[in-house]
């Protein structure tokens, strides 16, 4: 302070001090007043697009003690006032003239109180502008006690929704909104009333509606989005014509299977599994041939068909073949346009004609782009595998991919592969861009997850896979045994004057009754579609035989009564529903 004297400390070389008593003038000393108040922050409202303001939106002031000293209201009174101007005027007050605020205790230098000032109505829409003052007598620095503020209301509304809008039944659809203001929340309609989706309040979201469904969001209770309705198609399983074939024993017969839908234009599937496995043959027909034999069996197979609405025969094919490469594996990645299904993979004869084809498709984990081959490699899961497999002909997969996959495909017959230039491919009319995909091993002896470098390369050359795809909706499969029996009936079974079984099909219980002309044994055996026996039993029959077979508790399905003397065969269908 000027005029005054202040004693100075001045530390030298080594530790040494001295003190001077100095008058010291014209010496500007910057030091914090002992009283200060200031306005800090205003902690609410909030000015956040998220928010639903109210009639009663709180105002909420922190003040904070600037000064030295700590600051006891009951004896410095301070007065707090926020003027709001623009869409509504309004004038909030508050005095401090105890430490309340401060559970009692005077406020210490550094430290900060919230003030509550009272509410404001911000439903109208437009600017509020919070001026905020605070006085205090003695205040050492005046230039701290206002702030202002201003928040913009904008009208509230749910946005545009906007997503897939049609499904195959039990895949999910994306929705989402944009454009929207204030808290929204996801509804679905049941037919009656919109109801809340639990969680869902971002501006995304996944459904898997398993009926025609509406969907909105709604903004701070009120203001309604735009409503979209999902629609799953919903595939009936298919209807199977059986022409079941009987030939003589032990010579070669054809059952012809056809399946038929309700649904226009439909296409078939046909899959060697209930569930996954593989993708046999597309079209309504198959044709299964088999021999039966009269004394056992009659030739079965069992195969699984699913009506299908879309384009079931479509193939991508890269670049045409340039050269041929040998040594390690090589491919190329993309990311999937649409959802499709890959139902047939072939690595081309110009690879390395006459040598097994050695195949793989990947996918990364969560769909994070691949790194180059050098780098680390991104996990990964192996979609399809196939090593040293058929020289001839699309291998058949049954792979499915979402939009939005990032899927690798590498290829080779033996070692050799057919390369083309970088190029593109088309998925039901989408060009979708490859580039090159490397796996530094021969794919014929490693298996993608033992791999010691794997991913993408920056050259204009991919190894070339062909794949046939399959895109729509596919419904449920239908089970359906493919049979050629031998000519071997009731007419033949001299033994046999009549037979009877019922009721079939059943739910598991089955009446048999069997009259013959004279005192006979015979064998009863009854096998399921594998062959596997579940009963065998020998049967003295003079005259009627009745019986009750209990299968309750077995598999639905076909199996397969067989009537056997030391003479003649006998075999009756059973279905168990």
């Given amino acids: 302070y000027a005029g005054q004297s202040i004693q100075l400390v001045f530390v030298g070389i080594r530790g040494t001090s001295f003190t001077s008593d100095m008058a010291i003038d014209d010496v500007s000393l910057d030091l914090a007043p002992t009283l200060d108040i200031a306005v800090a922050d205003m902690p609410t ?25 700590a600051l006891d209201f009951t004896v410095d009174t301070a007065d707090v006032t926020v003027n709001i101007s623009g869409a509504v005027t309004s004038t909030l007050t508050y005095q401090i003239n105890d430490n309340s605020l401060n559970s009692g205790n005077p406020l210490a230098s550094g430290n900060s109180i919230t003030v509550p000032m009272g509410t404001v109505d911000m439903t109208s829409v437009g600017a509020y502008t919070f001026s905020t003052n605070v006085t205090i007598n003695g205040d050492g620095d005046l230039s701290n006690n206002t702030l202002s503020e201003t928040i913009t209301v904008l009208a509230q509304s749910g946005g545009v929704v906007s997503g897939t809008d049609t499904i195959c039944a039990g895949d ?29 309040t971002g501006p995304s979201i996944q459904v898997a509606p398993s009926v025609n469904t509406d969907y909105r969001t709604i903004a701070c209770g009120s203001a309604t989005s735009n409503v979209l309705t999902v629609v799953p198609l919903n595939i009936p399983a298919p209807t199977v014509i059986n022409n079941i074939t009987s ?14 839908s309700t649904i226009a234009g439909a296409s078939f599937n046909w899959y060697d599994s209930a569930v996954g496995g593989t993708n046999i043959q597309s079209g309504d027909t198959l044709l299964f041939t088999g021999t039966p034999s009269g004394t056992t069996m009659p030739a079965l197979d069992t195969f699984w068909v699913a009506a299908n609405t879309g384009n079931t025969g479509d193939t991508a094919i890269p670049a045409p073949h340039a050269s041929i490469y040998s040594g390690n594996a090589r491919g190329y990645h993309f990311v999937a346009p649409i959802d499709f299904t890959i139902t047939g993979l072939e690595v081309p004869q110009s690879a390395n004609p006459g040598q097994a084809q050695n195949v793989a498709v990947l996918q990364t984990v969560g769909n994070v ?4 081959w050098s780098a680390a490699i991104v996990p990964f899961s192996t979609l399809h595998l196939t090593q040293n497999g058929p020289i001839n002909g699309f291998i058949p997969v049954n792979i499915k991919v979402k939009a939005g996959d990032v899927i690798a495909i590498l290829g080779q017959r033996g070692t050799g592969g057919s390369y083309s230039s970088d190029n593109d491919i088309v998925i039901d009319g989408n060009i979708v861009p490859i580039q090159r995909f490397i796996m530094q091993n021969p794919l014929g002896t490693t298996a993608p997850a033992s791999a010691t470098q794997m991913g993408y390369e920056a050259s204009s050359s991919i190894a070339r896979v062909s794949f046939t795809y399959a895109v729509g909706c596919e419904g449920p499969r239908t089970m359906v045994i493919g049979e050629v029996d031998c ?35 015979l064998n009863l055996t009854v096998r399921d579609v594998q062959g596997k026996a579940i009963l065998n039993k020998v049967v003295n029959v003079n005259g ?6 209990d299968f309750e508790g077995y598999a639905k399905g076909v199996y397969f009564l067989q009537i056997q003397n030391d003479d003649a065969t006998k075999i009756e269908k059973i279905v168990i529903q």
């Fill in 544 to 549: 009627t035989y009745q019986d009750v077979l």
């Fill in 487 to 521: 000519l071997v009936g009731l007419e033949d079974f001299e033994a046999v004057e009549s037979f009877e079984l019922y009721p079939n099909p059943s739910t598991g219980i089955f009446n048999l009754k069997i009259s013959t002309l004279k005192a006979e044994q």
């Fill in 247 to 260: 030939v003589a024993c032990n010579t070669q017969g054809t059952d012809t299977l056809i399946a038929q």
């Fill in 45 to 69: 409202p909030i000015d956040d697009s998220l928010q639903c303001y109210t009639s009663t939106e709180a105002v909420t002031i922190e003040i904070l003690n600037a000064g030295l000293s």
């Fill in 369 to 372: 782009p691949w790194n180059l």
């Fill in 172 to 200: 999910t659809a994306d929705l989402s909104t944009s454009g929207y203001y204030g808290t929204i929340q996801w509804q679905e309609y049941d037919g009656t009333t919109w109801n809340n989706i639990p969680g869902a």
